[in-house]
């Protein structure tokens, strides 16, 4: 047998000796003595364990010291009634504890009892009954989730049975304190009972058997009862209060005093104001100078030293941020860092650093905020996270922009001018530096602040440079989205779409098409400007051809045919007659003609001399849009469109290529021109 199994052992057999065997008074004295310090043990134990767990057999504690604690109840009654001399300790409680006074000593173990029964007992078990009813009801949702990272591969097969072993131990501890506390509640009124027998059992044999007059009788035997029970009370209460602690424990990583302290006096302000308050009640009240002032005092002074404590951890936790930083970069195996590539990264000169930097008065980063809202907005579709940083090795008022690491633009702004734009009918000039503004290369001039007023009042558009910057890396933004939607962020727009519209995603994904089809079907709806925030017309229309096609360049005709009261608002103003250029039916023919069919898609295969003579032809044509102020548009049949504008987007960008089907019937065009060959 272990060493551990034995002492326990003889622990229970000493209880149910005692309560069969009478034992003398000194052997009780050492036995009341290891009592209490098993209730000191068991009190501190339950502060500073880190997890409930740690203490999986208190419930059989419990059972114990309860049994050991009637059995020194029983064996200090039968020494109190048979001889008068408890020993020590019951004599010393007796007369120390409750002032040597019979009314003083009842009043005092009255109210441990009631301390005890009605508070800390009552409290303690009413927590462990609804902790372990919570822990019962969210054993089924917590082993779920263990599976769940089981499968993800999140945790090997040994961690998912540690955590449904710890997970079932914590359902039974839980339901075992739920009974346990009962334990020291049924202990309590059973201290009670046995107060109040041992009182009339003394005063009978100290009148009866002693030949002790009344009141001498009652005086004696009552304060050596309330002796014994108030030194078996005492250490019951301690185990309650343990009990209550272990129940109620909320922190599982650190110790129950730094926590506790850390949050009753962890706040400096606080403390600054309970120490006015008292100083405040010390000297305008009645109440004691010498006591309120001074603790008015210490509490100011405390205040102070946390909040010095809090600064210099501060500094400490900045230095060692730095420190570790310094010391990833110095790590010469550290470039995992290097191989991730911002999606979109604006760097600028130092020049600009006030325009990006909050404590300056910069509004740079709440713009870029306003810019990814806008996209949304418009276009449907989330941003990725715009990395802004400064970088000395470009000129002071100089940036640039990225696209997936690569510049794909670049600008040059003066902090502290403004710039004007001409906005073609202002005849006034005004001096100025020279420029073009980077977002449409139109010529522009730098003017001061001064000049401002001056340059608003005749008729110039006036910029501010966070206005530059922001306009310019949006007019990016719009034309790199295409390559910036990821198939993630696909699978997020799907996951949107399926909390509303869950049978529709369920058809579509993956039945008839994969992420990776959807992708570029909204991908080519981005690269000529076309919102996909009405993702519900998108899915239904791919579900609806899906099964006849799965090129992604026919099925992105259908979307936008289904999505031409959006095309036609976009392009064509209500109420207002649109100057539009056609294409001539022979060109339509072809360029059908020329289109040749592959597996990996549909391409023109039209002669380098003819597509010379219809480039020659759009630019005339749009020409003439161009002169009335209107927007390049092109208006084809169905089956031409995407090959046309496929034709000519390398050579007209801003091209506007629509299809007769894609334009709302309450559109008025009016053509000024056709595009031949």
Not at 41 to 68: A, N, Q
Not at 250 to 268: C, I, N, R, Y
Not at 572 to 579: L, Y
Request: with cysteine; aromatic share 6%.
């Amino acid at each position: 047998m272990k060493k551990q199994d034995l002492g326990v052992a003889l622990y229970l057999l000493a209880a149910v000796v005692m309560l069969i065997v009478p034992i003398n008074s000194t052997l009780l004295d050492v036995l009341l003595a290891f009592n209490i310090a098993i209730a000191f043990t068991i009190l501190f134990v339950t502060m500073f364990v880190k997890e409930v767990l740690d203490m999986s057999f208190f419930p059989t504690i419990l059972l114990f010291t309860t049994i050991f604690r009637i059995a020194l109840n029983i064996s200090s009654t039968r020494l109190i009634l048979t001889t008068g001399d408890p020993g020590n300790v019951v004599a010393t409680f007796g007369g120390f504890v409750g002032g040597g006074d019979l009314v003083i000593g009842i009043v005092v173990f009255i109210i441990l009892l009631i301390v005890q029964f009605v508070v800390i007992n009552k409290g303690s078990e009413r927590v462990a009954e609804v902790t372990a009813r919570f822990t019962l009801d969210a054993m089924p949702g917590k082993q779920m989730a263990i599976d769940a990272d089981l499968n993800t591969g999140a945790i090997t097969d040994a961690q998912a049975k540690e955590r449904r072993q710890k997970l079932q131990d914590e359902a039974s501890f839980f339901g075992s304190m739920d009974g346990a506390v009962k334990y020291v509640k049924g202990d309590a009124v059973a201290g009670l009972i046995i107060t109040g027998v041992n009182i009339v059992g003394g005063i009978v044999m100290g009148v009866i058997r002693q030949n002790m007059e009344f009141g001498a009788a009652l005086d004696k035997y009552t304060i050596l009862t309330i002796g014994d029970g108030l030194v078996s009370q005492i250490p019951s209460l301690l185990i309650s209060l343990s009990t209550g602690i272990l129940v109620t424990k909320g922190s599982k990583e650190a110790d129950f005093g730094t926590v506790l302290v850390k949050q009753m006096f962890g706040l400096p302000k606080v403390l600054y104001m309970v120490g006015g308050v008292i100083t405040v009640l010390g000297i305008i009240t009645p109440l004691s100078n010498l006591i309120f002032i001074p603790m008015g005092a210490i509490f100011i002074v405390c205040g102070r030293m946390v909040a010095n404590t809090i600064e210099t951890a501060e500094i400490e936790a900045q230095v060692d941020s730095d420190e570790e930083s310094a010391e990833e970069i110095r790590r010469p195996e550290n470039v995992n860092s290097l191989l991730q590539v911002d999606p979109i990264e604006l760097e600028f000169g130092y020049g600009i650093i006030p325009l990006a930097d909050v404590n300056q008065g910069g509004d740079l980063l709440d713009r870029v905020v306003m810019i990814r809202r806008q996209i949304a907005l418009e276009l449907g579709t989330v941003v990725p996270i715009i990395r802004l940083r400064d970088n000395i090795q470009l000129n002071p008022n100089q940036y640039i922009i990225k696209i997936k690491g690569i510049q794909v633009s670049e600008g040059e702004i003066l902090f502290d001018h403004y710039m004007a734009m001409n906005p073609g009918f202002v005849e006034e000039e005004i001096s100025g530096i020279p420029t073009f503004e980077p977002s449409f290369h139109l010529p522009a001039i730098w003017i001061t602040e001064n000049q401002r007023e001056r340059a608003e009042s005749v008729g110039y558009t006036v910029v501010d440079p966070p206005s530059i910057i922001a306009t310019h890396l949006t007019e990016i933004i719009r034309q790199y989205l295409a390559d910036l939607l990821t198939r993630q962020d696909v699978q997020n727009l799907v996951n949107n779409v399926k909390e509303s519209n869950p049978s529709l995603v369920e058809e579509l994904v993956p039945k008839l098409l994969g992420l990776g089809d959807i992708q570029k079907v909204l991908q080519n709806l981005l690269k000529e400007g076309i919102s996909v925030r009405d993702l519900v017309t998108i899915f239904e229309t791919l579900a609806d051809h899906a099964a006849t096609t799965r090129d992604t360049d026919i099925l992105t005709e259908y979307v936008r045919q289904s999505l031409k009261r959006a095309i036609s608002n976009k392009y064509f103003p209500i109420n207002e007659t649109t100057s539009v250029v056609t294409l001539d039916p022979k060109l339509e023919q072809e360029i059908m003609g020329s289109v040749k069919q592959t597996e990996q898609g549909a391409y023109l295969t039209l002669d380098p001399d003819k597509t010379k003579d219809i480039m020659a032809s759009v630019e005339v044509e749009v020409g003439k849009l161009e002169k009335l102020g209107k927007n390049p548009i092109v208006i084809t049949s169905p089956i031409v469109r995407m090959y046309f504008k496929r034709l000519t987007e390398d050579y007209y960008k801003d091209l506007v290529v629509v299809s007769y089907n894609e334009i709302d019937t309450s559109v008025e065009l009016q053509s000024v021109g056709m595009v031949t060959a």
